[in-house]
């Protein structure tokens, strides 16, 4: 029998010793508006291996980059980016199937102003193309560019090995994408009926030409996994300004609007977060629930355990 992706929890709580952590974060970073959650402490001042920004989509996502240690790190002077959204449903953002315009175009600005020399964003739409990716086109026509586009054709993607995978061992991925120097995922976040949840590893699948052959002919979870570990992001970014919670991941479904924005360089780890973070389905879950983190965590493609993991919050 197949394993279920999710299951219902009680309320999460928390021991004496992660109450006394929080408890001595929160009065030490209180006056910065900076907040360490429990068991995630950040005694080294090291970059953190999550970032959490809450406020306006702009806002909040230049905040989330900034918590993480800054957009420099990841782009370059002379660097080519290729940002990733969900663009796969002609549905306005208001119902959360696609990524948020405003979150899209600000990285859009940022690669901009690090110096990029050039941004795409790109993906493999399920429906009409155009209709698709009109929100977002539009709001990152910069200066006159067209860098918004739905890539189709089979000629535009190129054969490539998955030397880890386990039950995917090759596919075709957008030419796009081999050439880019950064990949930046910025999924909005979203439940699936097969899946779970739909979010930066899931995404992956926009980024390849035959995405059904996972549905069809591979364990759907194993697949995305081993997808993962080809296609591995420089930058995770998720979008919750808004999030599908129910029926999705094309909708109309329950939009929760926690108004949040998740960074960090771990796609499993981000992932991770969203799933405990927010209510699914009107239950909290564990991130071990859905099957394709906990085995992408088990293959060390990233990691799951949150509570081990630094998480520093701020307000935009």
């Keep these: 029998m197949k394993e279920k992706n999710l299951l219902p929890l009680p309320p999460r709580t928390l021991t004496r010793r992660q109450f006394m952590a929080w408890q001595a974060g929160t009065l030490c970073l209180a006056a910065g508006g900076l907040h360490l959650f429990p068991g995630m402490g950040n005694a080294t001042g090291s970059v953190p291996d999550l970032a959490v ?98 890539v189709k054709s089979s000629r535009l993607f190129s054969p490539a090995a998955i030397t880890r995978g386990e039950t995917l061992k090759a596919t075709d991925v957008m030419e796009e994408v081999l050439k880019a120097d950064v990949l930046i995922a910025v999924p909005v976040a979203k439940s699936h009926g097969a899946t779970g949840v739909s979010l930066s590893m899931k995404g992956m699948m926009g980024l ?21 570990s080809l296609l591995k992001p420089h930058l995770v970014v998720i979008d919750a300004s808004r999030v599908l919670s129910t029926h999705g991941p094309g909708g109309p479904g329950l939009v929760l609007e926690p108004r949040t924005i998740i960074a ?53």
């Design 264 to 316: 960090s360089r771990d796609m499993v780890a981000a992932d991770a977060l969203a799933v405990e973070r927010f209510p699914w389905y009107g239950q909290r879950m564990k991130a071990s629930q859905v099957r394709h983190i906990r085995l992408a965590h088990e293959r060390k493609l990233g990691r799951m355990d949150i509570a081990n993991l630094t998480v520093l919050e701020g307000q935009a």
């Design 53 to 150: 920004a809450i406020g306006a989509p702009e806002a909040a996502t230049r905040k989330a980059i900034q918590l993480l240690g800054g957009f420099g790190q990841f782009v370059k002077r002379g660097s080519r980016v290729l940002i990733k959204p969900n663009m796969s449903f002609s549905s306005p953002s208001e119902r959360a199937s696609n990524t948020n315009p405003e979150v899209v175009r600000t990285l859009v600005a940022l690669c901009r102003e690090a110096g990029a020399a050039s941004v795409s964003v790109l993906d493999n739409p399920l429906g009409p193309a155009e209709r698709c990716i009109e929100g977002i086109k539009e709001a990152c026509r910069l200066d006159g560019g067209d860098i918004v586009h739905a």
């Design 208 to 228: 390849i030409y035959n995405r059904g052959t996972m549905h069809r002919d591979h364990d759907l979870d194993a697949a995305i996994v081993d997808l993962a």
